[in-house]
């Protein structure tokens, strides 16, 4: 055991600052990087990212679009750059391969609220109730907003439910869109993976993608603007599963049909094959003292994930159907509408804004090469598993005026508003034989070794009419932020909100912030804030079958239960409630020249009650039990929400930025670290009714612990540098990636640090037309291959829980056209 005292953030960043003085000493002249005006942070007026009051990222277009993402995913951009965001890729997960979770400051995806133009944007339908990182979360959707639409991404580190309302406890993602009337563009990209796969001993080129973008502007009336454009992607599959060793004995039955797979590639773990279409707009008309505008976007995409293989001899297959057993692909159509429509306009001394808001997931889910195994040989091969929609109205004034009030040496800044919002989930079945519990058997000396068929579609569980369901939500409320001056060097953030919730009552939630100028160079920041987040309607009503991992690492079947079902009733499962924080940040930036400058924070949220997955609870006693309930015919593991744990996240962020003229052209070098940690820090008790089943059965368990504490990296850093003059343009990033573990009840594996090198060239060719070439993970870094049983028996040769991903090199070419 290693006793050596871990050191606190705040200790951390004591130490760093006399560095970061030093680093910024003596810097040269050069351009301003610093100074665009951001919305988040306040809502009483912009300022620029090194002024505001609380630690704020900003990421323009062209770092964005250099970021070298695949498929011109927003997500992969955002965790390519930034080191407080990370995007995981899953595989083998269930709808986790068609819907990816971002997370910031290490915490949930669900725990950071998004905007888009300033304006809350909607979840993702679906739950993602099989991954590791981020389980159990309704999480925003990334991907669904296009990359070419983006003018700017600002991330605000911090508490602010007292601002924008619930959901921005580990803090506030802005997507702010292109706009104005001139010029367009229009591009192409084209890459794929080049990398040696050594568990198969083959070199492999695979993850081709295509990405087309085209925008344009023209003028709307006197002075307005109308800009839209579309985005195209196409991606096919990866794949870095190693050779199937099936064992003579265990959860594979050792069968002539079985052991003949030993040695073969069965598996494939990586990403899904995806088809993606994009439209996007956004608009602003002047008329008068009045100004209309209005945005929106539109994605659809179409993905073909993969799960486990099905051996030949399995209580999950039909030799009938399947003689050498099969390879299920789970299939996503996933469809994502926002749009909004205002009006602003200024009333004496006051700004006003409304807005009307609306937005709309629609995920539907299946499966091909797949059976359900109750059914027998008459079992169908494809299965349309469900579909889950989600609907969010919302509209929300805003008024902001200065006040001169006494004691300040500035007017103060005014700013209140209410909203009112309208929230609604809907599950609807599956077709009927993907969730049917048929009455065929194997032959007697199979079930000997198999047991039952197994119930339901394999690899996506059709949606039965039980668990189909709706549920709505109405929140209203209203806020308040001030800014005020005291004196020169004084700066006050003051806000306050309340909200009342039709299934969840009143909340409250307050912020302070300040920011003190210390010298010219040197100002201190800081902020103490609570929020509050109550569960989604998504994860309210979600329920479903699905297929876990046994104790041995065997599959069986298993239930996401709701604490109003039969047989949450019967366990006393307790309903979810809302989860509480409260936040302290506290930073120095350092500014010597309008190039030059330095930022550190150190931060601590706690989290109370938070809203987490159960452990997969697989005590026999406790399944005998619920197999004799409504909807627990074969149900071998059951998990559920609750609130069971408190938790402590804490870390420190430093960020060094340089802009200067070198060699004929501009120069930007920059250096990102974050270091985070999570600990729960209390645990609820379980239910009354678990007592009759041993003391050591528990909500949360070995696996939930992981997924919280350890399966994130808890540092980051990221060092970059840009060169460009009129005809050339130079990228390099080094990025380094903390350790992450992986634990299972049978297995438990650290997975170390990694380090990535990515690299850009670009050439002028005409006009205002590049060709870019590029490199990410030039140099083929791989995680730590999976050992042990976590390798499951050979297939899952690498881990995606690895934050370089399992994926390896990625080579890419791109054109694109300015007019």
């Known amino acids: 055991m290693n006793n050596t005292p871990t050191p606190t953030p705040w200790l951390i960043a004591a130490l760093a600052l006399p560095t970061l003085a030093m680093a910024a000493d003596g810097g040269p002249d050069g351009r301003d990087i610093a100074d665009e005006l951001v919305v988040v942070g306040s809502r009483t007026d912009a300022r620029s990212a090194l002024d505001a009051s609380v630690p704020v990222e900003v990421y323009d277009a062209a770092r964005l679009r250099a970021s070298g993402a695949a498929g011109n995913e927003l997500g992969e951009a955002l965790a390519a750059i930034s080191p407080t965001f990370t995007f995981p890729r899953q595989s083998n997960s269930v709808t986790s391969d068609h819907v990816r979770a971002g997370q910031l400051r290490g915490m949930s995806p669900d725990q950071m609220l998004v905007l888009v133009n300033g304006q809350r944007r909607h979840p993702a339908a679906v739950v993602n109730d099989n991954t590791k990182v981020g389980r159990g979360t309704n999480a925003f959707d990334f991907n669904s907003i296009p990359l ?60 081709q993608t295509l990405t087309l973008h085209g925008q344009a502007g023209m003028p709307l009336g006197a002075g307005g603007f109308l800009r839209g454009g579309a985005e195209y992607a196409t991606r096919s599959t990866t794949n870095r599963a190693g050779l199937d060793r099936v064992p003579s004995s ?20 990586g990403d899904p094959e995806s088809d993606e279409y994009k439209l996007w707009f956004n608009a602003a008309l002047p008329v008068g003292a009045t100004e209309f505008y209005g945005f929106g976007t539109f994605a659809q995409r179409e993905t073909e994930g993969a799960d486990v293989f099905r051996h030949p001899d399995s209580n999950q297959n039909v030799r009938a159907l399947f003689p050498g057993g099969f390879l299920p692909v789970t299939l996503g159509d996933n469809r994502d509408l926002g749009l909004t429509a205002g009006v602003r306009r200024e009333a004496g001394d006051w700004d006003l804004d409304l807005a009307l808001d609306f ?104 949606l039965s009419p039980e668990d189909a369901t709706r549920v709505r939500r109405d929140v209203a409320g209203a806020w308040v932020n ?8 004084l700066e006050l953030d003051v806000a306050g909100r309340i909200e009342r919730y039709s299934d969840f009552g009143t909340a409250l939630a307050g912020k302070l912030s300040a920011r003190y100028t210390v010298t010219e160079l040197l ?129 420190v962020e430093l960020a060094l930025d340089h802009g200067r003229r070198a060699g004929g052209g501009d120069l930007d070098v920059g250096f990102a670290w974050s270091w985070v ?10 239910p009354e009714a678990f007592a009759g089943f041993g003391d050591a059965l528990s909500l949360v368990g ?36 903390g350790s992450v573990v992986r634990e299972f009840s049978f297995a438990r594996q650290r997975f170390g640090a990694e380090t990535t090198v990515d690299v850009e060239v670009g050439r002028r060719l005409f006009g205002d037309t590049w060709a870019m070439v590029g490199a990410d993970n030039v140099f083929d870094a791989r995680p730590d291959a999976s050992a042990g049983a976590n390798n499951f028996f050979g297939n899952f040769a690498f881990d995606p829980i690895s934050p370089i991903g399992i994926n390896g090199r990625f080579v890419w070419g791109r054109v694109t056209s300015h007019f």
């Open 250 to 269: 265990g959860i594979v039955p050792p069968t002539d049909a079985n052991l003949a797979l030993d040695g073969v590639r069965t598996h494939r773990v």
């Open 148 to 207: 070419s639409a983006i003018r700017r991404v600002e991330i605000l580190r911090d508490g602010a439910s007292a601002q924008y309302g619930a959901d921005a406890v580990a803090g506030v993602i802005n997507i702010v869109l292109e706009d104005g009337a001139d010029g367009g563009e229009v591009g192409a990209t084209w890459g794929a993976h080049r990398t040696r796969v050594g568990p198969i001993d083959a070199r492999v080129t695979d993850g």
């Open 523 to 651: 100002a201190l920041r800081g902020s103490v804030s609570n929020s509050f987040r109550p569960p989604s309607v998504s994860q309210l009503g979600w329920a479903r079958r699905d297929n876990t991992f046994g104790p041995e690492a065997e599959r069986v079947s298993s239930r996401l239960v709701r604490a109003d079902s039969a047989i949450g009733t019967a366990l006393g499962l307790r309903a979810l409630e809302e989860e509480t924080s409260i936040g302290f940040t506290a930073g120095a930036v350092l500014r010597l020249t309008p190039s030059l400058s330095a930022t550190i924070d150190a931060f601590r949220i706690e989290v109370d009650d938070r809203i987490t997955l159960s452990e997969n609870l697989q005590d026999p006693g406790l399944i005998e039990l619920v197999q004799t309930l409504p909807g627990g015919e074969g149900v071998q593991s059951i998990s559920t929400f609750t609130n069971a744990v408190d938790t402590r996240t804490e870390g």
């Open 359 to 462: 937005g709309r997931n629609r995920f539907d889910f299946g499966v091909q090469n797949s059976l359900n195994a109750s059914l027998g040989p008459a079992s169908p091969t494809r299965f349309d598993s469900g579909r889950f929609g989600l609907n969010q109205l919302n509209a929300t004034f805003e008024a902001g005026r200065e006040l001169m009030l006494p004691g300040l040496v500035a007017p103060a800044r005014l700013s209140l508003g209410a909203d009112v919002r309208h929230e609604r989930f809907e599950s609807q079945p599956g077709d009927e034989a993907s969730f049917a519990i048929g009455d065929f058997r194997f032959d007697p000396a199979l079930e000997a070794l198999v047991g039952l068929p197994d119930i339901g579609s394999q690899a996506a569980k059709g």
């Open 677 to 686: 940690r999570t600990r729960i820090t209390g645990e609820a008790d379980a």
């Open 702 to 737: 070995v696996a939930e612990r992981n997924t919280l504490q350890e399966a994130s990296p808890r540092s980051r850093g990221i060092a970059h540098a840009r060169w460009s003059d009129g005809d050339w343009r130079l990228r390099g990033r080094v990025s380094r990636y």
């Open 482 to 489: 001030l800014a005020l001056r005291p004196t020169d060097d």
